[in-house]
């Protein structure tokens, strides 16, 4: 990175970030209190607040959610007349899935091989961090030129929805000329990108009953209906022969304009094994960002382990569906409960139900804030151009923001690059991503200041 004011002063707070990220990702802050003590979460949310508090920040409070959980906001004001920018994270996570196939404790952040690792440290965790550094840096280079909202979420992989209701009731609480969500990631290490589409999401938890108990699977299997047997039968039908989704009314078939996803390159991003196919048909791209994607995320049955000879009376399932922009969630949440009782073979019983919803994103690329954040990128990445690219992922909160304030620019940049594995097992964070992103991020609040 060329010698800059704010470079400098970002790259001698890395120790300082290092060791608070480790103190942040220590908190099991998964918002499922079914699995993970709320203390963890609660822990979570007075180490963002006390942090803004040590800030300057003024206004500091852990806001109650409808959902159950605590964001936490603060408001740090700059000159007088100056724009408004609200920096968005999160400090929930995701579970660690198999802590024993982590090569490190999850929640432990460990330095291995040049990364950063541990649950939550570039989603996003990491992302709290990087707001905190570029505030540093502005501070101690001649002060922070705009006012400054900030919001961290407590909920937000959870999908529940809390903080979207919260500011539908509280509109004036977020206002902001320009929003930064720092919930994304660059398409690969070293190419700053902005995130200019998400994809939407719903979930539906489906279960199909077929006995009043399970039956001893010689006495009557073969013309006993099988609860497990109709269900697998149904979750086929989601996808075409090449692993395409096909949900009955709902089209498949965008294409995506931008940045493109070479095959290879995806391949060794997501691991897939040697003569593993891909599934879906177009360009990688067009699958991740510009279609329908299904996924079962789960399923109640029987483990393998103490398995008996029986025929399943009932079984369960718990479906994710991502739809690109321009598809309204809600309908696509009608469509998959539709086409799931459509699909129910033997007149089995079967029940549908809608936990979680999020609509897509599109961002307006040709906003002034693109360009003062292109221009901001140029300098933490010499060299590098800002590139634009899809996610196929969800944050059902910018749709809300959108919504309640539709002057306002919406920028999603962060931490989760492939290598990041977020949502996976070894989760890690770079830390030459957080500094450069954190770089950017205060020279695009100089830059946007002067716009």
């Known amino acids: 990175m060329s010698s800059n004011p704010v470079a400098e002063t970002v790259a001698s707070l890395m120790p300082r970030a290092k060791a608070e990220l480790t103190e942040l990702v220590a908190f099991k802050s998964v918002a499922d209190f079914d699995q993970f003590p709320k203390s963890e979460s609660e822990g979570a949310a007075r180490w963002v607040a006390d942090a803004l508090t040590a800030e300057g920040f003024a206004d500091v409070a852990l806001l109650d959610t409808p959902d159950g959980t605590q964001s936490v906001y603060g408001y740090l004001p700059g000159p007088e007349g100056a724009k408004t920018v609200l920096l968005y994270a999160h400090y929930d996570v995701q579970p660690p899935l198999d802590e024993a196939a982590w090569s490190t404790p999850p929640f432990e952040l460990t330095e291995r091989e040049g990364r950063w690792y541990g649950r939550g440290s570039a989603d996003c965790k990491g992302g709290v961090i990087m707001h905190l550094l570029a ?16 919001i961290a979420e407590g909920s937000e992989e959870m ?5 979207e209701r919260y500011a539908e009731e509280h509109p004036e609480l977020l206002e902001a000329d320009t929003i930064v969500i720092g919930d994304a990631g660059n398409f690969r290490v070293g190419l700053p990108t902005v995130t200019s589409t998400l994809r939407g999401m719903t979930l539906v938890r489906v279960q199909i009953d077929t006995l009043e108990g399970n039956l001893h699977s010689g006495q009557f299997g073969g013309a006993a209906p099988d609860a497990l047997g109709a269900l697998i039968r149904v979750l086929d039908s989601l996808r075409a022969e090449d692993g395409s989704t096909t949900v009955d009314g709902l089209t498949g078939d965008s294409s995506w304009q931008g940045l493109q996803y070479e095959e ?4 060794a991003d997501a691991k897939v094994l040697d003569g593993v196919e891909l599934v879906g048909s177009g360009t990688v791209a067009d699958r991740i960002w510009a279609r329908p994607a299904v996924t079962v995320l789960g399923i109640d049955c029987p483990p393998v382990v103490g398995a008996t000879p029986s025929v399943q009376a009932s079984a369960r399932a718990l479906i994710s569906l991502r739809v690109p922009p321009g598809v309204d969630a809600a309908e696509a949440t009608k469509l998959l409960q539709a086409h799931l009782e459509t699909h129910t073979p033997w007149g089995a019983r079967v029940r549908t139900e809608q936990i979680g919803q999020g609509q897509a994103f599109r961002a307006d690329t040709s906003s002034p804030a693109y360009q003062a954040m292109a221009d901001a990128m140029a300098v933490a990445y010499p060299g ?4 634009y690219a899809g996610q196929g992922g969800s944050i059902p909160l910018c749709n809300t923001l959108a919504a309640l304030y539709p002057h306002a620019e919406i920028l999603l940049i962060g931490l989760s690059e492939p290598e990041a594995q977020i949502h996976a097992v070894n989760e890690s964070v770079s830390p030459q991503e957080l500094e450069r992103l954190s770089v950017a991020e205060a020279l695009f609040l100089l830059n946007y200041a002067a716009s």
């Open 135 to 150: 505030l540093r840096a502005l501070k101690a280079n001649g002060g922070i030129p705009v006012h400054v909202k900030v």
């Open 159 to 163: 999908g529940t929805g809390g903080l």
């Open 264 to 267: 290879e390159q995806f391949r």
């Open 384 to 387: 590098q151009e800002m590139q």
